[in-house]
């Protein structure tokens, strides 16, 4: 069994600033994906970034990047110069080759603020 | 990429009744699955829709209460049955697209959010 972990139920960040929001997990295979997943009010599940578990380096799409610490099972997203449209819910999740049903964290509600 | 059409996106309905919603994918997709959404929480798996046979259930999800159809491998309904408020969420399916592959980026409706009053 997997499970996923969001610490932090609520965050807020001015526009502009950086900020980071923290997920561990856990599972016994060696083969699995991690994702960071938005959802914005109107409901939509949106892929911010992948990471594949056997992939030593970070990934990294444009302002949005993952530290992966394999050892310590800890996948955190740093979102740097946040925009007011990076305002909400975001889901930390997992699947691994046994299944591509994904587990996800309970979410953390990130507002921008000007 | 896959591209989900869900209806409907939203319902209101009365306790007692029953509720069927349609997931409609651009192209044929092998992993199909129906989640959960109850109010300020994360999304938990209902099923795993499978084509031409019986859908596999997860803990606490059972048939009577959730069928689901898979038709064919562009197209599945799940059904919350004899509703109660305790049903109110949102809905969603989902499809991975390429499973197997070094993407496995899975893909979502809009959801459904479903009251029973």
């Known amino acids: 069994a997997q499970t996923v972990t969001q610490s932090q139920p609520e965050m807020s960040v001015q526009e502009a600033e950086t900020v980071t929001l923290s997920c561990t997990y856990d599972?016994?295979?060696?083969?699995?994906?991690l994702f960071w997943y938005k959802q914005p009010p109107s409901r939509q599940m949106i892929l911010v970034i992948r990471?594949?578990?056997?992939?030593?380096q970070n990934a990294t799409e444009n302002r949005f990047s993952v530290n992966f610490q394999k050892a310590a099972k800890s996948f955190s997203l740093k979102i740097s110069d946040s925009q007011l449209g990076d305002t909400a819910m975001y889901f930390c999740a997992l699947h691994t080759n046994s299944g591509y049903a994904l587990n996800f964290g309970k979410g953390t509600s990130l507002l921008v603020t000007p | 990429s896959a591209v989900i059409s869900q209806k409907p996106s939203r319902d209101i309905c009365q306790r007692g009744t029953s509720l069927t919603i349609q997931c409609q994918v651009d192209s044929q997709v092998t992993m199909m699955f129906w989640y959960r959404q109850q109010p300020g929480q994360s999304l938990t798996l209902i099923a795993t829709a499978n084509q031409g046979s019986e859908a596999t259930y997860e803990s606490g999800f059972v048939i009577d209460k959730f069928p689901i159809s898979r038709p064919n491998l562009t197209f599945s309904t799940l059904t919350v049955s004899n509703m109660s408020p305790e049903d109110s969420s949102i809905y969603l399916c989902?499809?991975?697209?390429?499973?197997?592959?070094?993407?496995?980026?899975?893909?979502f409706g809009q959801g459904t959010r479903l009251t029973v009053v």
């Open positions: 989902s499809v991975v697209p390429q499973p197997g592959q070094k993407n496995t980026e899975a893909f």
């Open positions: 990471q594949e578990a056997y992939k030593q």
């Open positions: 599972t016994s295979e060696n083969n699995y994906y």
